[in-house]
């Protein structure tokens, strides 16, 4: 039941569904720019560009991948990671609140807004928070992401 507090955010994501806790996917990507460096693979990269037009874009794929380890949540909001200033979260705990489910106009909420339309079964969660309470809400969530 702890995790489940934990990992069970301010605005009612479950942050073991969301991208930036994939902590498999930030060592690997952090594993990948070393190694590229490492073996000097811009060198290469601007070789094989001759005869394959794709290695051309190889300071783009870099930028892409540091974007990427950007992403990377070092911890839940409710132990303080998160984002560095969110909205939502200033808004619960301004109100004393545990969560948006507390609150009687999260269904039409604003600071939601934005991620409503990334994750299309949040309301369904806050309303399952509000039924089945932080502890045991997790295993009845739906898709975290539209895909």
């Known amino acids: 039941m702890e995790k489940e507090r934990t990992y069970t955010s301010y605005c009612g ?3 073991l569904d969301c991208i930036p806790s994939n902590k498999r996917l930030f060592a690997l990507a952090g ?3 070393d190694k590229l460096a490492e073996l000097h693979f811009e060198e ?3 070789h094989k560009a001759g005869g394959d037009a794709a290695f051309s874009d190889y300071q783009s794929f870099l ?3 540091q974007a990427i380890r950007g ?7 409710r132990a303080g990671g998160g984002k560095i200033t969110c909205a939502v979260r ?3 705990l301004g109100r004393e609140l545990t969560g948006c489910w507390e609150c009687p ?3 039409t909420c604003e600071l ?3 991620l409503r339309r990334f994750h299309p079964n949040l309301e369904r969660h806050l309303d399952l928070i509000r039924q089945e309470g932080i502890d045991a809400w997790s295993a009845k969530r739906e898709g975290h992401y539209p895909w």
């Open 13 to 15: 994501l479950y942050c």
């Open 31 to 33: 594993e990948l720019e």
């Open 44 to 46: 290469y990269a601007a």
């Open 63 to 65: 930028r892409v991948l």
């Open 71 to 77: 992403l990377e949540c070092q911890a839940p909001c």
């Open 90 to 92: 200033d808004c619960v």
């Open 105 to 107: 106009e999260y269904r």
């Open 112 to 114: 939601l807004g934005p």
